[in-house]
């Protein structure tokens, strides 16, 4: 004969089931919430793009056979290394480069991956990176992704970055886009 239980105890072993449960989630998501010994920046750098020529700092590498490889055409990928500086001229101080992939990945051609490193090779942030993925919303003005980790002084770093393009050039394939970090580290 199988054991019974009272309805007390029923409801006794659900409620330590359901404690159980929260405090596993809020142990899990306690990386969530910000510690007393976080601090939130924010940084603000200019990426200069050109996107064709000899020059270019992102070329499309691979693409659907028979489909023109273009930032809105479904599955076509590029490779970026776009320099980073302080202000948005070309002229102003280099800090880094933004060095990764995107990838056309909406059938109608709206959104792109994004999965960059910001790769710091001097100033203060020298040797450190800034990792960003997510989907940029690229008919937008404001675009928004996900900073996800970070190497040196940005180890354990977590928010978002939003891009704006400042200026577009068709003519010469060069834009200006400000890249702003949001950081909780």
């Not at 029923?10 to 919430?33: C, E, H, W, Y």
């Not at 280099?94 to 001097?122: E, K, M, P, W």
């Not at 203060?124 to 992704?145: A, D, F, H, M, N």
């Amino acid at each position: 004969m199988a054991p019974s239980f009272s309805t007390p105890m029923k409801f006794m072993s659900f409620t330590i089931l359901l404690l159980t449960i929260a405090i596993m989630i809020s142990q899990s998501n306690g990386d969530q919430v910000a510690k007393p010994n976080q601090s939130q920046t924010t940084l603000v750098f200019y990426l200069q793009a050109v996107a064709s020529g000899p020059d270019a700092t992102s070329v499309a590498v691979i693409g659907v056979n028979g489909k023109v490889w273009s930032s809105t055409t479904f599955g076509t990928i590029f490779v970026v290394d776009d320099p980073v500086h302080v202000g948005s001229s070309i002229t102003s101080q280099q800090v880094g480069r933004a060095q990764g992939l995107i990838t056309a990945a909406a059938l109608d051609g709206s959104n792109v991956h994004v999965a960059l490193s910001v790769v710091f090779n001097n100033g203060q942030y020298g040797g450190s990176t800034i990792e960003l993925q997510g989907i940029s919303r690229q008919r937008e003005k404001y675009r928004e992704v996900s900073i996800v980790s970070g190497t040196g002084k940005f180890r354990y770093a977590r928010g978002f970055a939003s891009f704006e393009t400042v200026s577009s050039n068709p003519a010469t394939a060069h834009s200006v886009v400000r890249m702003t970090l949001n950081l909780l580290m």
